[in-house]
């Protein structure tokens, strides 16, 4: 069987920067920080009292009232974000021809509908033990609703499923598309992930593992990638899509091309639930298996999208793995962590990063690493981490790391199409 070529036809993203694609750069390309007082709910007796949340977001502006209600926020997020991608790709205009038993939906969420979990949960623990649940607990609350929804919407019946491997989802959804298109199983696939867990539980949750920033006093600057001083990450949400296609497909109904993805890797750190392994072994490996799959060599790589979510031990791993990796082609790198703008989207971040990194390799433009201010001295400061200013490159290759609890680590390529 001969391995088919893979390009990106459609983009669509709903961030705490913007709540489209476009608006979504803007902010990323200016190094706005999304982080502000929580307002879904009071968060006054909370540890972290901030977070990064979608911003003039309204579900009656996207769909009626009746559909809405039987969608989690996360499922909201993934459908208003597959349906600009899909737009963007042009799937569904007026004379498409595009058969639609192969398109499939490729989805990934970490936790799903957490809100709808918490809500139902909260309202039966209020009563006297008699059980008065809604008909759409279920279908709100599964990790796999947006992936349904996306599908249902528009008729797209090939292979449809989530994956969930924590803040790697997103990027293990694109590799599993990746995968059905080049080895002829299908030819489109929406892809992505959201993540809606700007929640009491969620919030709570997270203080309990001590993972957030807790720098309520400095909402805008608490998410600081490779700087000494920081404290943990910061929560966010939204969704982040992409229309992945088969190359001559594409070419056939003469759809734009952002790019080509060329790569995929996976790994397990097998060491910690929660924490990374601080040697960076695993990470290392992911990276290897991305390049070998992609075919390329270290040096070919111009920008490193990190996972970067201004831990503690996470940061310093990754970048020791880096240094293995890329050895003297490292310094020549530009290295961003666009967390320190958006948060961080758990299973949804692979979604937003990936379009960060397509539409940093269309405008020529690094976004930064933002509150970089006092570089850590145990991170190797040789290195460019675009800090808090974009910078001006022809990105031909950008890779994009997305790693989770449970030691799950993905990296995807994606390469300027080369005919």
């Given at each position: 069987?001969s391995?088919?070529?893979?390009?990106?036809t459609?983009?669509?993203?709903?961030?705490?920067?913007?709540?489209?694609?476009?608006?979504?750069w803007e902010?990323?390309?200016?190094?706005?920080?999304g982080?502000a007082?929580?307002?879904?709910f009071d968060?006054?007796?909370?540890?972290t009292?901030?977070a990064?949340?979608?911003?003039?977001?309204?579900?009656?502006?996207f769909f009626d009232?009746?559909?809405h209600r039987?969608?989690?926020?996360?499922?909201?997020?993934g459908?208003v974000a597959a349906?600009e991608?899909?737009?963007?790709?042009?799937l569904?205009?007026?004379?498409?021809?595009?058969?639609?038993?192969r398109v499939?939906?490729?989805?990934?969420?970490?936790i799903?509908?957490?809100k709808?979990l918490q809500?139902?949960c909260?309202?039966?623990g209020?009563g006297?033990?008699?059980?008065?649940y809604?008909?759409?607990?279920?279908?709100?609350?599964?990790a796999?609703?947006?992936?349904?929804n996306?599908?249902i919407?528009n008729?797209?019946?090939?292979?449809?499923?989530?994956?969930?491997s924590?803040c790697?989802?997103?990027n293990?959804?694109?590799i599993a598309a990746?995968n059905?298109?080049?080895?002829?199983?299908?030819d489109v696939?929406?892809?992505g992930?959201?993540?809606?867990?700007i929640?009491?539980?969620?919030?709570?949750?997270?203080?309990a593992l001590?993972?957030m920033?807790?720098r309520?006093?400095d909402?805008a600057?608490a998410s600081r990638p490779y700087d000494q001083?920081?404290?943990?990450?910061?929560?966010g949400?939204g969704?982040?899509?992409?229309?992945l296609?088969?190359?001559e497909?594409?070419?056939a109904r003469?759809?734009k091309?952002y790019?080509?993805?060329i790569g995929g890797?996976?790994?397990?750190?097998a060491?910690?639930?929660?924490?990374?392994?601080?040697?960076g072994?695993?990470?290392?490996?992911?990276?290897?298996n991305?390049?070998?799959?992609?075919?390329?060599?270290p040096?070919?790589v111009?920008?490193i999208n990190?996972?970067?979510t201004s831990?503690?031990?996470?940061?310093g791993?990754?970048?020791?793995?880096?240094?293995?990796?890329?050895g003297e082609s490292?310094p020549?790198?530009?290295i961003?962590?666009?967390?320190?703008m958006t948060?961080?989207?758990?299973?949804?971040?692979g979604?937003?990063e990936a379009?960060?990194c397509?539409?940093a390799?269309?405008?020529?433009?690094?976004p930064?690493?933002?509150?970089l201010?006092t570089p850590?001295?145990?991170i190797?400061?040789?290195?460019?981490?675009?800090p808090?200013?974009a910078?001006a490159?022809?990105?031909r290759?950008?890779v994009s790391?997305?790693?989770?609890?449970?030691g799950?680590?993905?990296?995807?390529?994606?390469?300027?199409?080369?005919?």
């Amino acid at each position: 069987m001969s391995i088919r070529r893979v390009v990106v036809t459609g983009l669509g993203a709903i961030t705490p920067l913007g709540n489209t694609a476009l608006a979504y750069w803007e902010g990323l390309k200016n190094g706005v920080s999304g982080a502000a007082e929580i307002t879904r709910f009071d968060p006054a007796k909370f540890k972290t009292r901030f977070a990064c949340e979608v911003k003039g977001y309204h579900a009656d502006d996207f769909f009626d009232r009746k559909e809405h209600r039987k969608m989690d926020l996360f499922t909201q997020f993934g459908v208003v974000a597959a349906d600009e991608a899909i737009a963007d790709a042009g799937l569904l205009a007026e004379g498409s021809k595009i058969d639609k038993d192969r398109v499939g939906v490729i989805w990934g969420s970490g936790i799903g509908g957490l809100k709808s979990l918490q809500e139902e949960c909260f309202q039966f623990g209020r009563g006297d033990g008699t059980p008065r649940y809604s008909p759409f607990f279920i279908p709100r609350m599964i990790a796999d609703s947006a992936s349904g929804n996306i599908s249902i919407k528009n008729g797209f019946r090939g292979p449809n499923f989530v994956t969930t491997s924590a803040c790697a989802s997103s990027n293990d959804a694109i590799i599993a598309a990746f995968n059905y298109i080049r080895l002829g199983m299908t030819d489109v696939v929406i892809t992505g992930g959201s993540e809606a867990a700007i929640t009491e539980s969620g919030i709570g949750g997270f203080n309990a593992l001590k993972a957030m920033s807790e720098r309520n006093d400095d909402p805008a600057g608490a998410s600081r990638p490779y700087d000494q001083h920081r404290d943990g990450f910061v929560l966010g949400e939204g969704a982040g899509a992409l229309v992945l296609e088969e190359y001559e497909h594409a070419k056939a109904r003469g759809a734009k091309i952002y790019a080509e993805l060329i790569g995929g890797g996976m790994s397990s750190d097998a060491y910690h639930i929660t924490a990374p392994d601080p040697s960076g072994s695993g990470v290392v490996l992911v990276m290897q298996n991305a390049l070998r799959d992609a075919g390329i060599q270290p040096e070919d790589v111009d920008y490193i999208n990190t996972h970067g979510t201004s831990t503690p031990l996470g940061d310093g791993a990754e970048i020791k793995a880096i240094e293995t990796v890329f050895g003297e082609s490292a310094p020549k790198i530009n290295i961003s962590s666009t967390k320190s703008m958006t948060g961080h989207l758990l299973g949804g971040a692979g979604g937003i990063e990936a379009v960060a990194c397509l539409l940093a390799m269309q405008h020529g433009l690094v976004p930064p690493t933002i509150n970089l201010t006092t570089p850590d001295p145990e991170i190797n400061q040789a290195l460019n981490f675009t800090p808090n200013v974009a910078q001006a490159r022809a990105v031909r290759v950008a890779v994009s790391n997305t790693f989770g609890f449970g030691g799950h680590n993905t990296s995807v390529i994606f390469r300027q199409l080369a005919d």
